[in-house]
């Protein structure tokens, strides 16, 4: 059996000790789970699928629902339009300043 030790961003050991917790695991655990998740190339697919689908079989993956489709070119080319016939932030921020 092989020993790690590492160093990480404190941010990041009480991110992993919380995410170790909330699923009622030891860091350890759960470090060694998220390993095997990442390093397992049985699944075919782009690298983010791989990847999601590793994690859940891991069961380390958090689903908040079932995925959504994507809008298709001519929605999503009206929305940007739409989207750009806005007030920049900039003029509201400069706005809100000069209104004080």
């Known amino acids: 059996m092989h020993q ?3 160093r990480v961003a404190d941010e990041l050991g009480e991110a992993v000790k919380a995410a170790a917790a909330d699923r009622g695991q030891s860091v350890n655990a759960f470090v060694v789970a998220v390993l095997e ?4 190339p049985a699944h ?7 990847l999601r689908e590793r ?6 993956l958090s689903v908040q629902g079932p995925p959504r ?5 001519a929605a999503f080319e009206a929305a940007r339009a739409r ?3 806005g ?5 509201l ?4 300043r000069d209104a004080r």
């Open 4 to 6: 790690f030790s590492l």
């Open 93 to 96: 921020v400069v706005a809100e």
């Open 69 to 73: 489709p994507r809008p298709d070119r």
């Open 83 to 85: 989207a750009a016939e």
């Open 37 to 40: 998740a990442v390093t397992d």
């Open 87 to 91: 007030t920049p932030l900039s003029d």
């Open 55 to 60: 994690l859940a079989r891991g069961g380390i």
């Open 44 to 50: 075919a697919g782009d690298d983010a699928a791989r």
